[in-house]
């Protein structure tokens, strides 16, 4: 979670001296841009990783559920966190 918010804090210094004055005291609205796409990036890498577990043979499948699962309880427990904070 801390992560997340370092990469979009770095993303937001990047992108404010890319556009300077223009971007001067529009800071959370930049960070919450960048937070949002940083998530929705994150979430995305979870849900191929989930569907790259559910294709593997059916003898590893009850394994591949198992991943699968846990997964999504991760990315449940991350959205929590993340609805939380705002």
């Not at 940083?38 to 991943?67: F, M, S, W």
């Not at 699962?69 to 427990?77: A, F």
């Amino acid at each position: 979670m801390d992560k997340l918010k370092i990469i979009a804090e770095e993303a937001v210094s990047q992108v404010t001296k890319i556009v300077g004055d223009s971007g001067a005291g529009k800071h959370d609205e930049i960070f919450e841009a960048i937070e949002a796409a940083v998530i929705k990036g994150v979430l995305e890498g979870q849900h191929r990783a989930v569907d790259a577990a559910i294709q593997c043979p059916e003898a590893d499948q009850d394994l591949a559920h198992k991943i699968a699962s846990e997964i999504r309880r991760k990315n449940d427990l991350l959205i929590a966190n993340l609805s939380s904070l705002r």
